[in-house]
């Protein structure tokens, strides 16, 4: 199975600020990876597929990146309701595998 | 819109059977491939099982191969999960989710899953 590891697990950030997510794969994955962002009592929501290709509705302030083995999530400025928890995932090989999380939380 | 609406969950003793429901809504269902993906606290988020839009492929995770069941009634707009022998590690919240594009069979690598429904909590206990 390809593992997925996210760092940090967690961050503290203020509004405003720049946040970036890293997920690694622990084999070559090419692009087939998607990023979730999961608030407290609710569903995953998907942000990003195909490593940064930006689902339809999701605002422009999410960004992702990589490629193969090594990825970014960046959210270029972070507002109120990003504070979550964001997930990794990929759909290259079964069985499909999720990140750890990575929990953004308020400073 | 679509929606999902899980079912089923609930209260159950080690070694029981549950099944799980999800009615799905707001697209032609039959075109889709659907999942189960369960979470819980100590283990994240783990695939459980997808079968395709015609059940012509099924794929589950390897804690569940051999206990668990997945189905599909198109009629019906709606999926199962068959859950037998069930283990306290078992407990989760389970997630009905959609592929997000149509006519792909599961167990390639354009299994995007989106959306995802609100979940049904599981718990196995004595």
């Known amino acids: 199975d390809i593992q997925l590891t996210q760092s940090p697990s967690f961050l503290s950030a203020s509004v405003g600020d720049r946040v970036t997510i890293t997920c690694r794969a622990s084999q070559g994955i090419r692009s087939y990876l998607a990023w979730y962002q999961q608030r407290p009592g609710k569903a995953p929501k998907l942000l990003i597929y195909?490593?940064?290709t930006l689902q339809s509705g999701v605002p422009s302030r999410f960004s992702g990146s990589g490629s193969g083995t090594d990825f970014t999530l960046t959210i270029s400025s972070l507002q109120p309701e990003d504070f979550a928890t964001y997930y990794c995932?990929?759909?290259?090989?079964?069985?499909?595998?999720f990140g750890g999380g990575t929990k953004v939380d308020i400073k | 819109e679509v929606h999902l609406v899980e079912s089923g969950g609930g209260l159950v003793q080690p070694g029981r059977s549950l099944r799980l429901s999800c009615a799905a809504s707001?697209?032609?269902?039959?075109?889709?491939?659907m999942h189960w993906v369960r979470q819980t606290p100590g283990k994240g988020l783990e695939w459980v099982s997808g079968i395709s839009w015609n059940s012509g492929k099924i794929g589950y995770g390897d804690s569940v191969k051999g206990r668990f069941t997945i189905s599909r009634d198109n009629a019906k707009n709606s999926v199962y999960l068959q859950m037998n022998s069930l283990r306290a590690e078992d407990t989760a919240f389970y997630y009905c989710?959609?592929?997000?594009?149509?006519?792909?069979?599961?167990?390639?690598?354009?299994?995007?899953?989106?959306?995802w429904g609100q979940g049904t909590l599981v718990t196995v206990s004595s």
């Open positions: 195909a490593a940064s």
């Open positions: 989710v959609k592929d997000m594009y149509p006519y792909y069979d599961i167990l390639t690598d354009q299994n995007w899953l989106d959306p």
């Open positions: 707001g697209f032609p269902f039959d075109d889709y491939g």
């Open positions: 995932q990929q759909v290259n090989s079964y069985p499909l595998t």
